[in-house]
């Protein structure tokens, strides 16, 4: 069972340009949830999603962010015209069924990728 | 209001040396979910614990130990006879039981440094 897997691991780009961050859940996960982690700080929720749906996006900056997790494929983190500012890590999250136990996890049983390093030059 | 507090920013200890890195929790909730994660220097989380708030049993394995106390709001952990592959940075974080149980609530982390 593959964990969750996020591309690129890392990821440069130049102001104003646009960032795609890839987020595969885990086999059999449906929620996938965001997290950015600024230099030096912890993380910070950005957006959960389940397929097809945004469920609470109260951390996602109000422009310039998106996130959409389409019925078929990965999640998607989109930045739109970045700044040094967004320069930061990027971690995916997921949670559903757990083969091993086969049950249903609650929301807070997260499993991490690997996260997506963006630097803005 | 939620709030995890880890006031060391950073330890460094020789190798074999026992090591604490504190966690100090707020919550309103009286059903809460407590977590370490580590993060090594290639920079992913790895999963160490998850604790609810009912089980105030301390949990060892191998060198690593976890005392939780809800009487003083600390998730402390422990590693005995460190070695230097321990070197990372460790986030402590809490979940409420309540709608926004998904929105993990992270401490800033404590970078532990072990010397050789």
């Known amino acids: 069972n593959a964990g969750v897997m996020q591309n690129p691991r890392h990821l440069v780009r130049r102001r104003g340009q646009e960032a795609r961050l890839r987020c595969s859940p885990m086999k059999g996960h449906s929620h996938v949830y965001w997290y950015r982690q600024l230099p030096e700080e912890g993380l910070k929720f950005m957006v959960y999603l389940q397929k097809e749906n945004i469920i609470d996006e109260s951390g996602m900056p109000k422009e310039r962010f998106s996130a959409e997790f389409p019925k078929e494929g990965p999640s998607i983190l989109r930045i739109q015209q970045v700044v040094r500012g967004d320069s930061a890590a990027y971690f995916c999250?997921?949670?559903?069924?757990?083969?091993?136990?086969?049950?249903?996890?609650?929301?807070?049983?997260?499993?991490f990728g690997p996260g997506t390093r963006l630097t803005v030059t | 209001a939620q709030k995890v507090t880890q006031a060391q920013t950073e330890i460094s200890v020789v190798e074999k040396e026992d090591v604490t890195l504190d966690c100090v929790y707020e919550?309103?909730?009286?059903?809460?979910?407590l977590f370490w994660y580590k993060q090594p220097p290639s920079g992913e989380l790895v999963f160490l614990i998850r604790?609810?708030?009912?089980d105030e049993q301390n949990e060892i394995s191998g060198r690593y130990s976890w005392n939780f106390q809800k009487s003083t709001s600390s998730f402390n952990f422990t590693i005995t006879a460190s070695q230097v592959v321990d070197s990372a940075v460790y986030f402590c974080a809490l979940s409420e039981h309540e709608d926004s149980n998904y929105q993990l609530i992270w401490g800033a982390g404590t970078k532990l440094i072990i010397k050789p």
């Open positions: 604790r609810n708030s009912f």
């Open positions: 919550t309103r909730d009286t059903t809460y979910y």
């Open positions: 999250a997921s949670s559903g069924i757990d083969w091993d136990r086969v049950r249903l996890t609650s929301s807070y049983e997260q499993y």
